[in-house]
């Protein structure tokens, strides 16, 4: 392999001729071979998009050659466009507080510019990395905004997987909403309700956690760009600073202001803990719904089996014709991965000192990764599973007649101590409800019938009550 001399403050170190990384990305690669993940795509994107308004903006204030900027601008197009992913070689983790992600792009960037300029890879002379591609800028303010704009980039589509899945939750809860069952609290019979009522409130959690990641994006829409190392804007020229994020806004179609606090900007990490614990909560809420499909798909004989999973695949390599309910599953466990990545985002936005946290990379790694597989569990919790549930309205029947949870309904007529002795002869006995509450009260069958009429229990029917008792 052809290789040529690159040299940096540690020293000279041989990189490969053809690359477009150069001596400070290949010590990364070096020190840092942790995942073995590269940098997401999204980010690397976002990355180049900064260093193109970076340049866009220095060439209009006249600091830096309309001719190397021109240049630097083409080449991050290209990147833009996909080109020379495979030269963005720094781990996804990395120490350095993302110096190393920035540089990559820098020599990157620089070579590539280099070569539109006639020049041949690793003749910074013509571009150089630090000088011109990383001009007006920091680690410490490209990175975190970097990050940022990931992150508003990558949330939409998750926020539509979502919209999706709650569309086909109400689609559900209309299409069950005849379907009377009996509610359960503690995974004991409760009370009646209607199955369309069970999905109803699996879409309006879903609601809720759309709202809460649309709000969510306040929270990184501000960057900190123009205030290089530590949020005093020095090596920055005041109108780069002014520019510099409305040229973003034009590259990138995004509508962020710049930190009224840079310095708050550059060390502090909060937003992004809000997100995640955000994307937590969402994560939770569909665990939560597909413990309760589980459960309710449960037997398909020796279960509860009010509804039927869609059946993707076999469930046993030894018992013949099982199905196991391996949506809910999958999903359940993606949100064991999201709430350890919370945790890895708490911790590394806790650990921040000073004037900046370091601790950036680990915090984008998990970020990236939870937003990405909460998409694509909702995806799949939509496509694979939710939209082909169907009910075992017999079974949902079934169960209501056999339980004894109507006796609710009749505390307001001969209190709450008669109610729970008829229940429990009535379980004792099996002697039906009704009949022990006709032959031990004075409550007629017509009353009867009023009073424990299943559909009724369903939603509140005060007028109706009120009015059996006037007659009691």
Do not use: W
Request: aromatic share 4%.
């Amino acid at each position: 392999m052809e290789m040529r001399i690159e040299a940096d403050s540690i020293g000279s170190l041989a990189v490969p001729a053809d690359a477009y990384y150069g001596v400070q990305s290949l010590r990364a690669k070096r020190n840092f071979n942790i995942t073995g993940r590269p940098m997401h795509p999204v980010f690397i994107r976002n990355l180049v998009k900064i260093k193109k308004a970076a340049a866009v903006t220095n060439r209009n204030i006249n600091v830096l050659d309309s001719r190397i900027a021109d240049a630097i601008i083409c080449a991050c197009n290209e990147i833009i466009e996909g080109k020379l992913r495979d030269q963005f070689i720094v781990d996804s983790i990395q120490g350095g507080a993302g110096t190393s992600a920035n540089m990559n792009a820098n020599e990157v960037i620089a070579n590539r510019a280099v070569q539109i300029l006639g020049g041949i890879k690793g003749d910074y002379t013509l571009v150089h990395p630090n000088d011109h591609v990383n001009m007006s800028q920091s680690t410490n303010d490209v990175i975190p905004s970097a990050g940022k704009l990931t992150v508003l980039e990558m949330l939409p589509k998750t926020m539509n997987e979502l919209r999706r899945l709650h569309s086909t939750l109400l689609k559900k809860s209309k299409e069950f909403n005849h379907i009377l069952k009996i509610g359960r609290t503690q995974l004991q019979d409760a009370v009646p309700m209607r199955l369309g009522q069970t999905f109803q409130a699996y879409a309006s959690v879903i609601a809720r956690d759309i709202c809460r990641l649309e709000k969510s994006l306040e929270e990184v829409s501000t960057l900190n760009m123009g205030g290089t190392a530590i949020g005093t804007g020095i090596n920055a020229n005041i109108l780069y600073l002014k520019q510099i994020v409305p040229n973003i806004n034009k590259i990138c179609q995004t509508s962020c202001k710049q930190a009224s606090d840079l310095f708050d900007a550059t060390q502090n990490l909060d937003g992004f803990i809000y997100i995640s614990g955000v994307i937590k909560t969402c994560a939770v809420n569909l665990s939560k719904i597909c413990n309760d499909l589980r459960l309710l798909s449960s037997g398909p004989k020796a279960g509860i089996a009010e509804i039927n999973l869609p059946a993707k695949q076999n469930g046993s390599s030894i018992m013949p014709g099982k199905v196991n309910p391996v949506i809910p599953e999958v999903v359940t466990q993606v949100t064991f991965q999201i709430i350890g990545n919370d945790m890895a985002i708490t911790m590394a936005a806790e650990a921040g000192q000073l004037e900046l946290n370091a601790f950036e990379p680990v915090l984008f790694h998990n970020l990236f990764e939870s937003i990405e597989i909460l998409t694509s569990a909702a995806a799949t919790l939509t496509d694979n599973c939710i939209t082909d549930i169907t009910a075992n309205e017999d079974r949902c029947q079934e169960l209501l007649d056999a339980s004894v949870g109507i006796s609710t309904a009749l505390c307001p007529f001969i209190g709450y101590q008669r109610a729970a002795e008829l229940a429990k002869k009535s379980l004792k006995t099996g002697i039906p409800l009704k009949k022990l509450v006709v032959e031990e009260t004075e409550l007629t069958l017509d009353q009867l019938d009023a009073i424990l009429n299943s559909a009724d229990m369903t939603e509140p029917k005060h007028h109706l009550e009120y009015a059996l008792i006037q007659t009691i």
